[in-house]
């Protein structure tokens, strides 16, 4: 059974860090692309980053540039992005999906998606 399980949100001030967790099972995380998807009230999900089967990262939204980071830890079969200068408009619930190989800024093409992550950008 495929599961993806988000961890780590919260309420953060502005300019600090936050590292969301995603643990996966029902497959390794190194078999697949991994992405980081987040949605803000009244907006549409749009990708961050992703990394891909092969370890190759991607960042589809050009605001977290220098500031975010993806990592994968195949031991614990997580995925974590790492967030720093965090800005009032990171406020979104984040979300980690399943993809195919290769990444994609397209979220159908993730077909298994975590729950979500409330991450609160606010002084």
């Known amino acids: 059974q495929v599961q993806l399980v988000e961890s780590g949100g919260g309420l953060v001030q502005p300019g600090g860090s936050l590292r969301l967790s995603c643990a996966v099972s029902?497959?390794?995380?190194?078999?697949?692309?991994i992405g980081w998807f987040r949605q803000a009230p009244g907006k549409e999900r749009e990708g961050v980053l992703c990394v891909s089967r092969f370890g190759g990262s991607t960042y589809y939204a050009d605001s977290v540039k220098g500031r975010f980071s993806i990592s994968r830890d195949n031991a614990k079969n997580a995925v974590y992005l790492q967030m720093n200068s965090l800005k009032p408009e990171d406020t979104a619930v984040y979300y980690c999906?399943?993809?195919?190989?290769?990444?994609?800024?397209?979220?159908?093409?993730?077909?298994?998606w975590g729950q979500g992550t409330q991450v609160t950008v606010s002084s």
């Open positions: 029902g497959f390794t995380s190194d078999s697949y692309a």
């Open positions: 999906a399943r993809g195919n190989y290769v990444c994609s800024g397209n979220m159908y093409e993730y077909k298994y």
